[in-house]
């Protein structure tokens, strides 16, 4: 074999092995084996090819107050229209839609510490809550959003996703404006109000990602242009994967209040 | 020196190529992750809701809820012409879709009021293990609570979407936003444990008989009632937490879905309770919408007073 042939050869594997690196990269781990422990068995891959976000997943409570802020929630607050922080500075925790029940749409359902399911099949994957239960209907092709004749303003938004890699990244839209995206607890700073407006104009961009057998990490980017000047990102989430098959049924009754409310669900 | 120069400049053409390519993919991939610039709609739908989105799903040359019941009622299924989908995964039937309205196809073999053991009806006649109610008599039924249906009480009532998915069945009923998640075994995989407190929809293990996915559902929580019970005209059909309930869903073709369950309650029932067999058909959509159950404090204060009332001027009823 001549020099150059053995050169070319060199450059061609270089190229591949980039190439092939960049298949790696795009393409995420892909890690593959058996459930760790209880019934639930996990494979990467669905059986039609695609990463596997179904099981129960948990993440700690996450939030700001007491000098602890692990939400970035100091950025959110800075974030802030002078007219939104007008609007908030009349409002208190009552006015919390939770409180009456209202479940809090992602990325604040991520904050609760309190289990999430994940169940998938081709083209859709649901997303169902244990505290304030309610599905979301995820399509994962990347269809459009729900056409203009259905679509009207929700708590929880209208999604629609496409995979980029390994990551779904889900674009929420049509939200109806009375969802907060942080608790009235959540304080990072002295003068927190503890009132995190939003408006119709919300848009949430997430991505989920199953990182390994036990782990599914979640991370949003929030825009607003009616109630913050910027958007904001949120932490990446760690969610722990429950060895359990399904969610607990629980009630969220208005006259319990938040409080007990989510003391009641226990762990 | 040619030879390795022109290699030099091949290497270095092809690293340029396969940086370029990469360069390229990670646009594409970055492209392909980018999300359009989002306008929100200029005018909500002024009290929009599912019960609105009924009125527009009426199949073409039909005029009332009533008729598309009876349609779906005399439908004869056709597995030749409407063949039953299969899952890829399993070969299964897929009950995926969006179903509306309900028909009955066959009444129960008995009435299920003619089961209830008499000495449960003092139990019944205080409104059963209800906890919360204020006054079973008046319009204060759990539905009313916005608490979950049971899998025979109203879980079946409006537009509900089924979801066919490996190792699951999922329910998700447009009308109250709420859902079941039923765990589906395979012949020789060990049941799941259902460590999960009692509850209004209980604990739910499907297996497949043939083409028949049979659900046994246990654990609940002895607050739901069964069937349509409207104080104070009739007393209300309880539950206990000794209820187990089998379901039978079955995909007679690609336009229904059926539905049977049958009913044993020592505590409640003489003998178990064979329930009609309902009929729901295939809606054009692959989605419903949120709508969610709230109990509205004005609407919840109202109807306190009105129970007040209610229980002071008829005293004890019956």
Known sequence: ?267 | MKVRKLAVMAMLACSCVAVLALVAAIGASRASAQIRTYTPPKTAKPGADWTERIEEILPPGVESRAEATARIAAYKPDPVKYAVPRTPWDGKPDFSGVYWPDAQIAPPPVPLESLYRPDAREYREGGGAAAGLIDWRGIDTPNYHCWPPSPVNGSMGGTVQLVSAPGYLLLLNEGGSNFRIIPIVGDNEPRPSAPHKPSFQGSSIGHWEGDTLVVEVTNFNGKPWLGNAQPPKRLPQTSSDAMRIVERWSRPDAQVFEYQAVIEDSKMLRAPWTTPTDRRGILPYDTVQESLCFLDPELDARHREFAAQQAKKSGAVR
Not at chain 1, 61 to 85: I, M, Q
Not at chain 1, 142 to 159: E, I, V
Not at chain 1, 226 to 245: C, G, H, I, N, Y
Request: aromatic letters at 8%.
């Open chain 1, 1 to 267: 074999m001549s020099r150059r042939a053995m050169a070319i050869v060199a450059a061609v594997v270089v190229g591949a092995a980039l190439l092939v690196g960049m298949r790696v990269f795009v393409n995420g781990s892909g890690a593959t084996g058996s459930a760790a422990k209880g019934t639930v068995a996990f494979s990467a891959k669905t059986a039609w090819g695609e990463p596997n976000l179904t099981g129960v997943w948990r993440a700690s409570t996450l939030g700001a107050g007491s000098g602890r802020d692990t939400f970035n929630l100091a950025k959110l607050e800075g974030l802030y229209t002078a007219e939104a922080r007008t609007r908030m500075n009349g409002l208190s925790a009552n006015d919390d839609p939770t409180m009456r029940c209202t479940p809090p749409g992602f990325p604040r359902a991520a904050m609760l510490g309190h289990p999430i399911q994940i169940i998938q099949r081709p083209g859709f994957a649901f997303v169902f809550t244990q505290a304030y239960p309610v599905f979301r209907i995820v399509p994962t092709t990347g269809r459009p959003h729900t056409s203009a004749k259905y679509l009207f303003p929700t708590h929880l938004g209208d999604s629609t996703a496409r995979w980029d890699g390994d990551t779904l990244v889900v674009d929420v839209i049509s939200f109806n404006g009375e969802g907060w995206l942080a608790g009235p607890q959540d304080k990072p700073t002295n003068a927190s109000t503890g009132v995190w407006l939003t408006s119709d104009a919300l848009h949430v961009v997430e991505r989920w990602r199953r990182v390994d057998a036990e782990t599914l990490e979640y991370q949003a980017r929030v825009e607003d242009p009616k109630t913050l000047t910027m958007p904001w990102e949120t932490p990446t989430v760690v969610f722990k994967r429950q060895a359990v098959d399904r969610i607990e049924e629980v009630i969220c009754r208005p006259e319990d209040g938040p409080a007990t409310y989510l003391a009641r669900l226990g762990s």
